[in-house]
């Protein structure tokens, strides 16, 4: 996976291993992101919470906090984790010049549906608290 240059003898990244490192940091970026929404979301939540006077409501938001909790406190952290040190393996293994360690390709390809799904969920999470805010705005 890796390529010798002509008369250097140094390394460079294949283009397939150079786009999942770009993968890798966009994810990244991504989780900073959602860290500064969550934190949003949840200035928004307690400027409103008091508008929701049903048990009910009061339940919804009491969920939507805990998801925030979770997903800002535990989940999100994990993901950058993960991230980090699947980038650290790329790195010894081009610091090695391993060719073999194949099982970076296939924790990558896991990784990336992993962070995939967590969008997805994400998306849905903040459609449905924005729509639930909008009950009382």
């Given at each position: 996976?890796?390529?010798?240059?002509?008369?250097?003898?140094?390394?460079?990244?294949?283009?397939?291993?150079?786009?999942?490192?770009?993968?890798?940091?966009?994810?990244?970026?991504?989780?900073?992101?959602?860290?500064?929404?969550?934190?949003?979301?949840?200035?928004?939540?307690?400027?409103?919470?008091?508008?929701?006077?049903?048990?009910?409501?009061?339940?919804?938001?009491?969920?939507?906090?805990?998801?925030?909790?979770?997903?800002?406190?535990?989940?999100?952290?994990e993901?950058?984790?993960?991230?980090?040190?699947?980038?650290?393996r790329?790195?010894?293994?081009?610091?090695?010049?391993?060719?073999?360690?194949?099982?970076?390709?296939?924790?990558?390809?896991?990784?990336m549906?992993?962070l995939?799904?967590?969008?997805?969920?994400?998306?849905?999470?903040?459609?449905?608290?924005?729509?639930?805010?909008?009950?009382?705005?």
């Open positions: 996976m890796i390529s010798p240059t002509s008369i250097t003898g140094s390394y460079i990244l294949q283009p397939s291993l150079l786009e999942k490192h770009r993968k890798t940091l966009s994810w990244l970026s991504a989780t900073l992101l959602w860290q500064r929404e969550f934190h949003f979301f949840q200035k928004l939540l307690d400027k409103n919470a008091s508008k929701f006077t049903e048990v009910e409501e009061k339940q919804k938001v009491d969920h939507f906090q805990n998801l925030i909790l979770y997903y800002n406190s535990e989940l999100i952290i993901l950058q984790k993960k991230l980090r040190d699947h980038e650290n790329l790195a010894d293994m081009l610091k090695t010049k391993d060719e073999l360690k194949t099982g970076y390709f296939k924790e990558h390809e896991a990784l549906q992993e995939e799904a967590f969008n997805s969920r994400f998306v849905e999470y903040k459609e449905e608290l924005f729509e639930f805010i909008e009950k009382v705005m």
